[in-house]
Protein backbone atom coordinates (compact mmCIF):
# COMPACT_ATOMS: atom_id res chain seq x y z
CA UNK A 1 0.00 0.00 0.00
CA UNK A 2 1.29 3.45 -1.07
CA UNK A 3 0.41 5.60 2.14
CA UNK A 4 2.71 8.28 4.02
CA UNK A 5 3.52 7.72 7.84
CA UNK A 6 1.58 9.25 10.28
CA UNK A 7 4.16 11.16 11.51
CA UNK A 8 4.61 13.04 7.91
CA UNK A 9 0.35 13.41 8.34
CA UNK A 10 1.35 15.28 11.79
CA UNK A 11 3.38 17.36 10.27
CA UNK A 12 1.51 18.30 7.72
CA UNK A 13 -1.48 18.85 10.16
CA UNK A 14 1.64 21.23 12.24
CA UNK A 15 2.40 23.52 9.13
CA UNK A 16 -1.37 24.09 8.33
CA UNK A 17 -1.96 25.26 11.44
CA UNK A 18 1.09 27.47 11.09
CA UNK A 19 -0.19 28.79 8.02
CA UNK A 20 -4.04 29.38 8.99
CA UNK A 21 -2.74 31.54 11.71
CA UNK A 22 0.05 33.16 9.96
CA UNK A 23 0.64 35.87 11.82
CA UNK A 24 4.30 35.74 12.21
CA UNK A 25 3.82 34.68 16.28
CA UNK A 26 5.97 32.23 17.71
CA UNK A 27 4.51 29.18 18.59
CA UNK A 28 5.63 26.62 21.56
CA UNK A 29 5.85 23.00 20.93
CA UNK A 30 3.51 23.13 24.37
CA UNK A 31 0.66 25.42 22.36
CA UNK A 32 0.94 23.93 19.43
CA UNK A 33 0.41 20.58 21.11
CA UNK A 34 -2.54 21.53 22.51
CA UNK A 35 -4.00 23.32 19.79
CA UNK A 36 -3.73 20.61 17.49
CA UNK A 37 -4.43 18.28 20.14
CA UNK A 38 -0.97 15.82 19.25
CA UNK A 39 1.29 14.44 21.51
CA UNK A 40 3.93 17.09 22.85
CA UNK A 41 6.71 14.53 21.55
CA UNK A 42 5.47 14.18 18.61
CA UNK A 43 5.38 18.16 18.35
CA UNK A 44 8.58 18.21 19.44
CA UNK A 45 10.00 15.76 17.31
CA UNK A 46 8.39 17.42 14.49
CA UNK A 47 9.70 20.65 15.14
CA UNK A 48 13.18 19.40 15.28
CA UNK A 49 12.98 17.69 11.91
CA UNK A 50 10.97 20.62 10.29
CA UNK A 51 13.16 23.16 11.37
CA UNK A 52 16.55 21.41 10.42
CA UNK A 53 14.54 21.25 7.01
CA UNK A 54 14.45 24.51 6.54
CA UNK A 55 10.63 24.53 6.67
CA UNK A 56 10.41 26.39 10.05
CA UNK A 57 12.83 28.86 11.75
CA UNK A 58 12.89 29.19 15.80
CA UNK A 59 13.39 31.91 17.95
CA UNK A 60 14.79 31.94 21.14
CA UNK A 61 13.88 33.77 24.62
CA UNK A 62 10.45 34.60 26.36
CA UNK A 63 8.21 35.11 23.44
CA UNK A 64 10.63 32.57 21.21
CA UNK A 65 9.10 29.33 19.36
CA UNK A 66 8.96 28.32 15.71
CA UNK A 67 7.76 30.72 12.84
CA UNK A 68 6.80 29.50 9.49
CA UNK A 69 10.33 29.72 6.96
CA UNK A 70 8.79 31.38 4.40
CA UNK A 71 5.13 32.26 3.53
CA UNK A 72 2.68 29.41 2.80
CA UNK A 73 2.25 29.50 -0.79
CA UNK A 74 5.96 28.76 -0.97
CA UNK A 75 5.88 25.58 0.60
CA UNK A 76 4.57 23.04 -1.25
CA UNK A 77 3.00 19.63 0.07
CA UNK A 78 6.00 17.69 -1.65
CA UNK A 79 8.62 19.58 0.30
CA UNK A 80 7.10 18.59 3.69
CA UNK A 81 6.97 14.61 2.59
CA UNK A 82 10.40 15.15 1.30
CA UNK A 83 11.80 16.91 4.92
CA UNK A 84 10.09 14.05 6.82
CA UNK A 85 10.67 11.06 4.62
CA UNK A 86 12.65 11.57 1.95
CA UNK A 87 11.96 12.02 -1.66
CA UNK A 88 8.54 11.07 -3.23
CA UNK A 89 9.23 7.63 -5.42
CA UNK A 90 7.16 4.97 -5.98
CA UNK A 91 9.16 2.59 -6.36
CA UNK A 92 13.03 2.43 -5.07
CA UNK A 93 14.44 3.35 -8.76
CA UNK A 94 12.77 6.34 -8.70
CA UNK A 95 14.22 7.91 -5.57
CA UNK A 96 17.33 9.35 -7.26
CA UNK A 97 19.46 8.06 -5.03
CA UNK A 98 22.41 5.61 -6.58
CA UNK A 99 22.50 3.42 -2.95
CA UNK A 100 18.81 2.45 -4.10
CA UNK A 101 19.91 1.15 -7.25
CA UNK A 102 17.55 -1.89 -7.76
CA UNK A 103 19.54 -5.10 -9.55
CA UNK A 104 16.62 -5.26 -12.32
CA UNK A 105 16.66 -1.50 -13.11
CA UNK A 106 19.20 -2.23 -16.46
CA UNK A 107 16.64 -4.63 -18.21
CA UNK A 108 13.56 -4.02 -16.39
CA UNK A 109 10.27 -3.32 -18.83
CA UNK A 110 8.43 -1.36 -16.48
CA UNK A 111 10.99 1.36 -15.02
CA UNK A 112 10.07 4.44 -17.80
CA UNK A 113 6.09 4.01 -16.93
CA UNK A 114 7.19 3.44 -13.00
CA UNK A 115 8.65 6.88 -13.77
CA UNK A 116 6.11 8.87 -15.57
CA UNK A 117 3.66 7.32 -13.03
CA UNK A 118 5.71 8.59 -10.05
CA UNK A 119 6.64 12.08 -11.97
CA UNK A 120 2.63 12.72 -12.29
CA UNK A 121 2.27 11.94 -8.30
CA UNK A 122 5.43 14.41 -7.45
CA UNK A 123 3.70 16.68 -9.75
CA UNK A 124 0.46 16.71 -7.72
CA UNK A 125 2.06 17.05 -4.42
CA UNK A 126 4.30 20.07 -6.20
CA UNK A 127 0.81 21.41 -7.08
CA UNK A 128 -0.27 21.99 -3.26
CA UNK A 129 0.91 24.10 -0.75
CA UNK A 130 0.62 24.75 2.58
CA UNK A 131 -1.83 27.96 1.73
CA UNK A 132 -3.95 25.26 -0.10
CA UNK A 133 -4.50 23.23 2.98
CA UNK A 134 -6.01 26.16 5.08
CA UNK A 135 -9.25 25.97 2.71
CA UNK A 136 -11.47 23.07 1.14
CA UNK A 137 -9.92 21.84 -1.96
CA UNK A 138 -12.35 22.32 -5.00
CA UNK A 139 -11.97 18.85 -6.67
CA UNK A 140 -10.20 19.39 -9.73
CA UNK A 141 -10.61 17.80 -13.14
CA UNK A 142 -8.91 14.27 -13.56
CA UNK A 143 -5.79 14.44 -15.50
CA UNK A 144 -6.13 12.26 -18.90
CA UNK A 145 -5.75 8.49 -18.20
CA UNK A 146 -2.17 8.05 -18.04
CA UNK A 147 -2.65 5.28 -20.59
CA UNK A 148 -2.20 8.76 -23.00
CA UNK A 149 1.10 8.82 -21.64
CA UNK A 150 2.76 5.66 -22.23
CA UNK A 151 4.16 5.00 -25.14
CA UNK A 152 2.05 2.40 -27.32
CA UNK A 153 3.33 -1.36 -27.79
CA UNK A 154 2.36 -3.39 -31.04
CA UNK A 155 3.34 -6.69 -31.93
CA UNK A 156 5.65 -7.04 -35.00
CA UNK A 157 4.50 -5.95 -38.30
CA UNK A 158 1.53 -4.67 -36.69
CA UNK A 159 -0.08 -1.25 -36.25
CA UNK A 160 -0.14 0.37 -32.87
CA UNK A 161 -2.64 1.96 -33.66
Known sequence: MFRMTKLTDYGIVLLTHFAAHDDQVAHTARELALETRLPLPTVGKLL???SRGGLLASQRG???GYILSRPPREITISAIIA?????VAITEC???ESHNRCEHESFCSVRPNWQIINDTIRDALEGLTLADMTRPLAPRARP??????????APEGRSAL
Open 48 to 50: KQL
Open 94 to 96: NTG
Open 144 to 153: PALSSALPVH
Open 83 to 87: TLEGP
Open 62 to 64: TKG
